[in-house]
């Protein structure tokens, strides 16, 4: 939008940018990625159990994540990228994930509902493969204090 300017009986235009509808638009971009960020890093939707004694899960390195669902099914996260499998198909795709892998370390998201027998044969599956360091991922128990 111009407006006019008189100086010394010499009329100039002025014109400079309306920057409110961009601000309006960045807001709103704002808000629905701070919406939305939340609900795409989650992954699978499993309860997990809690425990006391946790430790921070490492920031360096590749991370393969395995998520158990209550009902048993199995999803295969590798560096963001989550596909379901099955357990007759884990010894394999445990194989193709660490084949440059330096360390075979595998993180465990277990739903806390789920059977202790079907969590005994995923695990024989992925000894099978030859995966030696399994760690499990809780949530924070919290305390009296808390």
Known sequence: MGFTVSVNDKETVK???????LCD???VLLIIFM??????????DVQLPSALNTTQIPESGTKVVLSIKADGALFLQIEGRENRIALEGLNQALEEAFLTASEKKLFIRADS?????KMVDIIDAIREAGIELIGIITERKATEGE
């Open 15 to 21: 014109s400079e940018p309306n920057v409110v509808p």
């Open 35 to 44: 919406v939305v960020t939340p609900l795409v890093q989650k992954g699978v």
């Open 113 to 117: 509902n789920l059977e202790f027998g």
């Open 25 to 27: 638009v960045l807001l």
